[in-house]
């Protein structure tokens, strides 16, 4: 494998374990060298740019449906807002965008939430809206940073190893597309147990490698992305790491929500064997295209209702 998205030089091949069914990159990075992986990598958006206001129709759809499907009674409104957010909430593939929005806790688990790896801090804006008592630890520290100064956020530019949070300070851990780039992704599941209260939630959001992208694009798959994943979980996998750090699996999910940006990128990196740095992706994105992914989105989908066969893997955890 090559590193087609951001042209980091090298090559890697990848392995998996064919008893619990993870894989991992073989060679895997130095430590000293990790650092250097990112430094034409996307991590994630930055907290100066505006906010994308959605459209009062959208809006009201989540406000309804967070409130029928996650219990955050306050965010609907009015009457229209309750019986439309009911309605819809019933639609299993509007629920899972909705609830992946606050990561899938709901309101009735509210207290102390740390999300790790928390980039521009917009998450955690939205937590704090809905009545979370939140803090992060990013290690970017430009982007930690920004989220202080922007928005006010209790940010650790740090691990969380390093930030020394004391044990049991959160009712909720989140991590969003972070285990799958750290080199012991035990060990950090045992560090947010640690700082869990008992009866605490862990919500883990990772690439799902049973997913039908991988299965359809194979070595193009684009969670793939050597050499910055050095793992990546299947949902045995994962559930089996969770219980190797203490936890007692809630929820095993596997939406199809990252299904279209799954299936534009890696049709792109298989027509583009050369790679795709500096490349204007939008506008490779032609109508067809689009119409693809979507068609994707939807196939998967109906499929996840039999097979954990979606893009992402969202495991939801408690310390006992």
């Avoid at 100064?149 to 949070?165: K, P, V």
């Avoid at 279209?260 to 032609?286: M, V």
Wanted: aromatic share 8%; hydrophobic share 40%.
């Amino acid at each position: 494998m090559r590193d087609r998205l951001f042209g980091s030089p090298g090559s890697w091949d990848i392995r998996r374990c064919s008893g619990c069914g993870v894989a991992w990159l073989d060679p895997r990075p130095l430590p000293e060298e990790i650092e250097k992986l990112y430094q034409r990598y996307y991590t994630h958006p930055s907290s100066e740019e505006p906010s994308i206001r959605e459209s009062p129709l959208r809006e009201t759809v989540k406000r309804g449906v967070l409130a029928a499907s996650c219990g955050y009674v306050e965010t609907a409104g009015t009457g229209m807002q309750r019986f439309t957010g009911k309605m819809l909430s019933q639609v299993s593939l509007i629920q899972n965008i909705v609830a992946s929005k606050v990561m899938w806790l709901d309101a009735s688990r509210r207290g102390r939430l740390l999300d790790v790896g928390s980039g521009s801090g917009r998450y955690l804006v939205r937590m704090r809206d809905l009545g979370w008592d939140v803090a992060g630890v990013e290690p970017d520290p430009k982007a930690a940073r920004g989220a202080r100064e922007r928005f006010g956020l209790e940010i650790h530019g740090s691990s969380l190893e390093a930030a020394g949070f004391s044990e049991g300070a959160f009712d909720a851990v989140t991590m969003h597309h972070v285990i799958e780039h750290v080199p012991d992704p035990i060990e950090l599941l045992r560090r947010s147990h640690r700082v869990l209260k008992p009866g605490g939630t862990l919500v883990v959001v990772t690439p799902n490698i049973e997913s039908l992208g991988r299965r359809m694009f194979s070595r193009s798959w684009m969670p793939w992305d050597p050499p910055r994943h050095l793992l990546l979980f299947s949902p045995r996998a994962l559930h089996k790491a969770a219980e190797l750090a203490g936890f007692r699996i809630e929820r095993m999910l596997s939406p199809a929500n990252e299904a279209r940006d799954s299936w534009y990128f890696s049709y792109l990196i298989r027509k583009h064997e050369g790679g795709l740095p500096g490349s204007n992706i939008q506008k490779q994105l032609t109508y067809l295209l689009r119409l693809q992914g979507h068609l994707f989105w939807l196939f998967e989908h109906l499929l996840t209702k039999v097979y954990q066969c979606g893009e992402e893997v969202v495991m939801i955890a408690v310390k006992s």
